[in-house]
């Protein structure tokens, strides 16, 4: 009785704020204007192959490029002392503790044409580049916001791999690149998932980097959904129906990652 007292406001919030709305979504997706069931919503959002698939590569190139970043900061950071642990770590979270829209604004103003990057390059006679309003622009935002959520799974993993394990591998002979490759990489997977899935899903639904740093060139689903509950081309049935699917996508590529993980676990265990 206790423990589901504890338990009672926590089920109160997630029937209000989680799933009333998304009974909402699935009730617009399968409704038209005037209430009555159609499936037309979910047919149209095939006109919009291009737009899903240019935000799963730019949300999977994201990802790549946080991991090959994050984790050796996530190696490098876990192997110092616990002092210095602390202070990388701050380091790593000072970032988030500004506003969203702030640190977006502060790419536009490094990358525009006339901005500070582009200036330091025509100062020292080289040509002006053009990155504002590109994909490139778009992935840096992403990969600037987002890779926090990479590195701290990743640290929080390795700060707590046995480092008994590495000097057993040492012992029988193993060099520095087999103990990485053989011990430390598959005993951090977990981290690696969680990594993968935290800097995934919100890469391939944002719609605010996309529009600041793409210049609306570069349209997301994120920005798609955006235009249909508060653009111009005002539809909240197509709009569910979008984030629908895009809810769907986003729970199968979660199953997929959920099935890596437990596979890593039950490989750590037999080798164990």
């Keep these: 009785m206790k423990a589901k007292a504890v338990s009672a406001p926590y089920l109160v919030w997630m029937a209000i704020f989680i799933i009333v709305p998304m009974l909402l979504v699935a009730y617009f997706a399968f409704t038209d204007s005037n209430g009555a069931f159609t499936l037309d919503n979910l047919a149209r959002v095939g006109q919009y192959s291009n737009v899903f698939l240019r935000s799963i590569w730019l949300g999977a190139l994201s990802t790549a490029i946080s991991l090959l970043v994050g984790y050796p900061v996530a190696y490098i950071i876990s192997h110092s002392s616990l002092k210095r642990q602390s202070v990388l770590i701050m380091l790593v979270m000072l970032p988030m503790w500004m506003n969203f829209l702030l640190r977006t604004y502060a790419w536009m103003t490094l990358l525009e044409d006339s901005g500070l990057i582009n200036n330091l390059l025509a100062a020292v006679g080289l040509p002006r580049l053009h990155m504002i309003n590109t994909q490139g622009a778009v992935v840096v935002g992403m990969v600037y916001d987002y890779i926090p959520f990479m590195i701290l799974p990743l640290y929080s993993v390795m700060s707590k791999l046995d480092p008994s394990v590495v000097e057993a591998a040492q012992d029988l002979g193993a ?68 984030s629908l699917v895009l809810m769907v996508l986003i729970l199968i590529c979660m199953g997929i990652m959920n099935e890596f993980d437990d596979g890593e676990a039950q490989g750590g265990g037999m080798m164990l």
């Design 175 to 242: 060099d520095g690149k087999r103990v990485f490759l053989r011990v430390t990489l598959p005993l951090s997977m977990p981290g690696v998932i969680s990594g993968i899935t935290m800097v995934f899903v919100p890469s391939v639904s944002t719609f605010i980097i996309s529009k600041m740093l793409g210049g609306g060139g570069n349209l997301m689903i994120g920005d798609l959904i955006d235009m249909q509950f508060l653009g111009s081309a005002y539809n909240p049935n197509l709009g569910s129906a979008i």
